[in-house]
């Protein structure tokens, strides 16, 4: 030791020989080599009282496996031949500041003594008795225990093998070097949990630890696994304090509750804890709610579910594999007070077992309780069941043995006994040879170890089970071996339900649903529809379909628009068609008419030049509705931009040519008795061709600037309901650019229209004034009530077809007008009163001039208050 450190180890001397002399209570096994032994032979005591009571099954049993060990060891004459082992063994009392004090036993032959300054009365030197030197110590149970002893161990380089303490953190080999355990560590067995939660599909579990070394380390190990591995997510951690107090677990219950989709609990806790959390949810009425997965402190222990198997109905729980040991149960059940008085607690596990009090000089019997005859025995008198670590407990002696005897062929060849080399056994070299043993243990598994001292992780995976079973209890239903083996169809859950019940934050989203993540919970997520026009383009985003698409209807793709046009058996159709052949009928019927009676007065003095020209308007005029009902493409939008407004100029350029005329020849006469010039038919023609020339030029314009074609109009029929879209299937001619194509012909009705208004003095015995008047009044309101309906449908979802029937119906009155009011009262005259259809009277220029005279002086007289009848003027 440095300088510095001599007072120290004094003290530490002085601690250890006052221990030795009020704590005197060890079992000492004489033999060749000595191995120490850290045993819970009693409970932690209550507060200022280091030990409790008796632990018949984790103390006296595990203690008695050691010595059985040793027994069978000393008696292998294929083991340690000729080397007898020995054993220092202690109480810990469950508590690692007592364990401390007593595992100063084990180091007191390595701390150097100054005895120089020492004299005997006589004056020769003091002869000093050598306490026995432990080489290795076998224990301890609890981890906290293991931490505190390894603590000290490991300065004077004392191997220590135990046989139960599983915290990760003792697997650090550079603060625990010279640790090592026949148990897996609960990494491990945290890694087997977290693989039977994701087994069974939950992602979202809560976390249950005792106050403590081995419940908050496995808690830390099994949240550091699932955060590496990713997919399940830790709802609530809660720690169980070591001195609870009242309604505490109630407390812990409700906690649980605030997060109630986490009905996984990963429980870590000791058996009391256990039970009294079991307690709290059956107070809560919370029986079937929690599914618990208990580590290997639940194991398969029936404490803890006592009177409480409702409660725990489902429960998994995790065991080292192990198996019971027969020689064991032999060797204990045939341990009596005469054969074992090696055990110095055996007295009190005696009284504790059969429930008997032994009599002792000075110790009053207590009434109550019947005396102990001795003749009782284990497992006939008593209920005996072998306790779990009873396996790990003979594997830890027979691995530190193993050691030993390969460490002495090694070191002492041919050497029966200990020999030089081995005496003293220096511990880092008998470490590396624990770290190397290979050997099959007492449950025919082998016993290893890897380089941090940690065992193979081995487990039987349990399910308490109450429904169906003749047996009611724990059943095993798989093992994990670095990998897990469940068989999920033999697990049953509360009420004998065979369907796993789910432990999750949030439940799948439906398909066409995105996932929105919660912050920081990356198992927690919202799940929202994708809605208008989006697919599900994976787990958490939406996409806009293409502007061609739609989504389907459970919306996890896009499919394409249906496509739609204007079908002839749609009524938006039959009606205007029906209108349009009426309309061309009675056209045809008209012209032929006049082409039959082509030289009767009444088709001469209508103009029969303009009149041809007239009808060919109107007939066109028809005609249109075709175009616009037939199935686009190229050769249809380009007749339908052609005709569009073609029909409508040819009619109204006569028109306007024809009121025009009489116009300027009543204007004329009122001046002079010369004729206007530009009157004559053939004047007519080319003054109306030149006003038709005028569309057309701008509809080749247009054909040039914008060859004709078709289009798919997705975004017309896209109403917020994606099962309603459509694409329609329809020319390139806006609603703007169908006005423009109509512009024209509104210029001319207009004009017509105004010339109409200005001839209406003129007499009717003179001219076609007046029907033509009419004729453009009622086309004038006709195209009135056409724009507010062609531009009031635009938000409607067939606007495309309110919108051609409105023009084509617009249209086809507009011409049925000009013609029922210009050509059918000529018709009928030539048709059924031919006896009029005579030649009247040939009007002159002048008698034109005498009329538009006459007439003004009507105007004249009327206004006067007089009113003139003029003579009938017809032949």
């Known amino acids: 030791f440095p300088q510095q450190d001599e007072s120290s180890v004094l003290n530490i001397t002085s601690v250890s020989a006052s221990h030795q002399h009020f704590h005197p209570h060890s079992i000492k096994i004489p033999g060749d080599i000595t191995l120490g032994g850290l045993f819970p032979i009693h409970a932690r005591g209550p507060h200022g009282v280091n030990c409790g009571e008796l632990k018949k099954e984790k103390g006296i049993h595990r203690m008695e496996a050691m010595l059985y060990a040793l027994d069978q060891i000393n008696s292998d004459p294929e083991l340690l031949p000729n080397i007898t082992l020995g054993a220092r063994i202690l109480d810990t009392c469950s508590r690692d500041t007592h364990a401390l004090e007593q595992s100063l036993t084990f180091v007191q032959a390595l701390i150097q003594k100054d005895t120089s300054d020492i004299r005997c009365s006589n004056g020769e030197p003091p002869i000093i008795r050598k306490p026995e030197r432990v080489v290795g110590v076998i224990g301890a149970s609890a981890s906290s225990v293991s931490i505190m002893v390894a603590n000290i161990l490991r300065l004077f380089e004392i191997p220590q093998v135990s046989y139960a303490s599983t915290a990760p953190e003792l697997s650090d080999n550079n603060r625990y070097d010279y640790f090592s355990r026949v148990v897996p560590p609960d990494s491990y067995q945290a890694q087997a949990m977290l693989d039977i939660v994701k087994a069974m599909g939950w992602n979202y579990v809560s976390t249950l630890a005792s106050e403590g070394n081995y419940g908050e380390s496995g808690v830390d190990a099994f949240m550091q696994i699932s955060r590496e591995a990713g997919g399940v997510c830790i709802a609530q951690s809660v720690k169980i304090p070591r001195e609870p107090t009242a309604g505490e677990f109630d407390k812990i219950i409700k906690r649980l509750m605030e997060t109630s989709n986490a009905r996984g609990v990963i429980i870590f806790a000791n058996e009391d804890d256990i039970k009294r959390v079991l307690e709290a949810a059956k107070r809560a009425n919370l029986t079937g709610h929690f599914l618990f997965v208990g580590s290997d402190s639940w194991g398969a222990k029936s404490s803890p579910v006592t009177e409480l198997e409702d409660v725990a109905e489902g429960a ?44 002792r000089p000075g110790i009053k019997l207590d009434p109550d309780k019947k005396k102990c005859t001795g003749d009782e025995r284990i497992g006939r008198d008593s209920l005996y069941e072998q306790e779990g670590k009873v396996q790990f407990v003979i594997d830890a002696v027979y691995a530190m043995a193993h050691a030993l005897h390969n460490m002495h062929q090694d070191m002492c ?59 009611p209890g724990y059943h095993v239903i798989g093992q994990w071996t670095n990998n897990l083996r469940l068989n999920l169809e033999e697990m049953q859950w509360s009420g004998g339900d065979r369907s796993v019940p789910e432990s999750i934050c949030s439940f799948p989203c439906k398909p066409g649903e995105r996932k929105k993540m919660v912050k920081g919970v990356p198992c927690c997520w919202h799940c929202e529809l994708c809605d208008g026009y989006q697919y599900q383009l994976d787990e958490f985003n939406c996409e806009t379909c293409p502007s061609d698409m739609r989504p389907v209807p459970n919306r996890t793709a896009c499919r394409p628009t249906p496509i739609i046009k204007l079908e002839w058996n749609s009524p938006w159709a039959l009606v205007p068609a029906s209108l349009a052949m009426l309309g061309i009928l009675a056209t045809s019927a008209v012209v032929i008419t006049f082409i039959r009676f082509n030289d009767t007065p009444i088709v001469r003095a209508s103009g029969r030049e303009l009149s041809y020209v007239l009808l060919t308007g109107i007939f066109l005029i028809y005609l249109i509705t075709f175009l616009m009902i037939a199935e686009p493409g190229v050769v249809v939008c380009a007749f339908r931009r052609l005709l569009l407004g073609l029909g409508m100029a040819i009619t109204y350029s006569a028109m306007l040519t024809k009121t025009n005329r009489i116009y300027r020849i009543f204007e004329q006469g009122k001046r002079s008795v010369t004729p206007p010039k530009f009157i004559s038919p053939t004047s007519q023609l080319v003054i109306t061709f030149i006003l038709i020339c005028v569309q057309v030029l701008g509809v080749f314009v247009w054909f040039g600037v914008v060859p004709p074609h078709t289009i798919i109009d997705y975004d017309e029929l896209r109403p917020p309901n994606p099962d309603l879209a459509r694409g329609i299937l329809k020319c390139d001619m806006s609603d703007l650019s169908i006005i423009c194509c109509l512009s024209y012909s509104i210029v001319l009705m207009v004009t017509c229209t105004v010339y109409a208004v200005k001839s209406r003095g003129v007499p009717e015995t003179f001219n076609e004034a007046k029907p033509i008047g009419f004729t453009m009044y009622t086309t004038c309101i006709v195209w009135l009530a056409f724009v507010p309906i062609f531009f009031g449908t635009a938000q409607s979802t067939e606007k495309m077809f309110i919108q051609t029937a409105t023009l084509t119906v617009s249209m086809s009155l507009s011409a049925s007008v000009s013609l029922g009011m210009l050509y059918m009262p000529k018709v009928y005259v030539i048709v059924f009163h031919p006896e009029q259809n005579v030649q009247k009277r040939k009007r002159s220029f002048k008698a034109v001039v005498q009329a538009a005279t006459l007439s003004q002086k009507s105007t004249s007289d009327k206004q006067n208050g007089e009113t003139r009848i003029e003579p009938d003027r017809t032949q």
């Not at 149960?329 to 596990?349: G, V």
């Not at 220096?426 to 099959?440: A, D, M, P, S």
Request: aromatic residues 14%; glycine residues 8%; proline residues 4%.
């Open 316 to 359: 998994v729980t995790i065991l080292p594999k192990r198996a019971s040991i027969d020689g064991f149960d032999q060797y204990f059940m045939t341990r009596s007070l005469e054969n074992n008085r090696r055990n110095i607690w055996f007295a009190e596990f005696w009284e504790d077992d059969f429930r008997c009090k032994l009599t």
């Open 413 to 471: 060849p041919g050497s029966s006994g200990v020999c030089n080399n081995m005496d003293p056994v220096e511990g880092q070299v008998l470490l590396n040879y624990i770290r190397t043993v290979n050997f099959n243990g007492s449950a025919g598994t082998s016993v290893l170890f890897n380089e941090n001292g940690d065992a193979p992780g081995r487990y039987d995976i349990f399910q308490f089970q109450m429904t169906n079973h003749s047996h």
